[in-house]
């Protein structure tokens, strides 16, 4: 079994910045792709930001040029550090990655959640 751990979460006001952390213990043999979703209130969730196992990364347009994906794989540690934020970046986040087996294909698992408040 695989735990995610999230931190860094909390209120701010706008234009400031915050880094959410995402840490994954357990029975990890290899991590795939490491991912950032968020779900506002009354919304659905959605998308934020994904990294692959080679580090490359790619943003939602919403938060291009403000988010910064990054992971740790010695650590299997996924970040986010958000700057210039805004109201509308109010949610609570969500991590989510891929675990890779040797034999049993991948699966899925997600993180607890971190709320996020931007004051305006």
């Known amino acids: 079994q695989v735990q995610l751990v999230e931190s860094g979460g909390g209120l701010v006001q706008a234009g400031g910045s915050l880094r959410l952390s995402c840490a994954a213990s357990?029975?990890?043999?290899?991590?795939?792709?490491m991912a950032w979703y968020r779900q506002a209130p009354g919304k659905q969730r959605e998308w934020v930001s994904i990294?692959?196992?080679?580090?490359?990364?790619t943003y939602t347009d919403s938060v291009k040029g403000r988010f910064t994906i990054s992971r740790d794989n010695a650590k299997n540690t996924v970040y986010l550090r958000m700057n210039s934020l805004k109201p509308e970046d109010t949610a609570v986040y969500y991590c989510?990655?891929?675990?890779?087996?040797?034999?049993?294909?991948?699966?899925?698992?997600w993180g607890q959640g971190t709320q996020v408040t931007v004051s305006s």
């Open positions: 989510h990655i891929v675990v890779v087996t040797p034999t049993a294909g991948s699966y899925n698992y």
């Open positions: 357990g029975s990890i043999f290899s991590i795939n792709t």
């Open positions: 990294i692959s196992t080679g580090g490359t990364t």
